[in-house]
């Protein structure tokens, strides 16, 4: 790893699940104010946020037992333990999620094979053709499995990369010409950031998805930086993402990722304009330029 890497942003070849218990409690501790939650603030304080005594007060457990927990000694904690430190740190539920996996994995989750590649259903890729709207399926490891002519139109034309590049957050760090298409381009990495941590808490075995981190920390300070936050997320759902595209400019589209169902876990991927906005008429302009039949 490349030596620019701070402490606390290291990746490695696996994910360290009491490293990543440990850092993910302090992040969350850290974004909390005494004032935000009653405690009442004395003195100086070191560090920001609470401090670990405070939550374990607000959690209502000993302070020996919560700090067992920080230090990634999760194993032996109760369901009850856990729900009390995820109320107290004001988690969301998909930050909850990522505590419990984190502290009490499946059992043998660390030591059995990485699951294999993904690949998409033949039906999926037809029904991704028939959609009105850009469309795309990503992988759990964020890898760009199928898409439609209109995301191509409005992304770019993934099928002029390598198969190793038609990856979401290679494409969101490491390609300027992608990160381009979005008028806010850190909100976008910040929100691949999110889901790519919560992924790889689903999945600590993989050794893809613990390459790809490597490979981000290493050429990203961006990556690095974000990283470091611990957010956990599955994307902006139902939100709108500002576009900027070369023939129609900045439009605004919302976007909504969905599970599918059977098999490993894939996500289909919608962008959508809301009716009769100047974004429709702009979207409606760009498949009539770019989605003309193929010579």
């Known amino acids: 790893m490349s030596s620019?890497?701070?402490?606390?942003?290291?990746?490695?070849?696996?994910?360290?699940?009491?490293?990543?218990l440990r850092e993910f409690l302090r992040s969350r501790r850290a974004r909390l104010r005494p004032e935000d939650v009653g405690v009442p603030s004395h003195g100086r304080r070191r560090v920001p946020g609470l401090r670990r005594e405070e939550l374990a007060q607000l959690a209502g457990v000993s302070y020996a037992y919560y700090a067992r927990l920080e230090q990634g000694y999760g194993d032996t904690m109760s369901a009850d333990v856990l729900e009390a430190v995820a109320r107290a740190l004001r988690l969301t539920d998909e930050e909850r999620d990522h505590l419990i996996r984190l502290a009490q994995p499946e059992r043998q989750s660390t030591t059995r094979a990485a699951p294999p590649p993904q690949r998409l259903r033949l039906s999926v890729q037809h029904l991704l053709d028939t959609l009105g709207v850009p469309a795309y399926v990503v992988s759990r490891r964020m890898d760009i499995l199928g898409w439609n002519r209109l995301a191509a139109a409005l992304f770019g034309d993934w099928a002029q990369l390598p198969p190793e590049e038609r990856n979401v957050a290679r494409l969101a760090f490491l390609s300027p010409e992608a990160r381009d298409r979005f008028a806010d381009p850190e909100r976008?990495?910040?929100?691949?950031?999110?889901a790519l941590r919560m992924n790889a808490g689903k999945s600590p075995a993989d050794a893809h998805l613990s390459s790809l981190i490597q490979e981000l920390s290493q050429k990203s300070e961006e990556f690095r930086r974000l990283w470091a936050r611990h957010e956990v997320s599955c994307g902006t759902v139902g939100e709108s993402v500002r576009l900027r595209h070369p023939l129609v400019g900045e439009f605004d589209l919302v976007h909504e990722p969905m599970a599918l169902p059977g098999g490993a876990p894939m996500r289909l991927v919608t962008y959508h304009a809301e009716p009769g906005s100047r974004s429709e008429e702009a979207l409606r302009m760009l498949a009539s330029w770019e989605m003309e039949p193929l010579r």
């Open 188 to 194: 976008v990495a910040l929100s691949v950031a999110g």
């Open 4 to 20: 620019d890497v701070a402490a606390g942003d290291q990746v490695t070849s696996g994910l360290d699940r009491r490293t990543e």
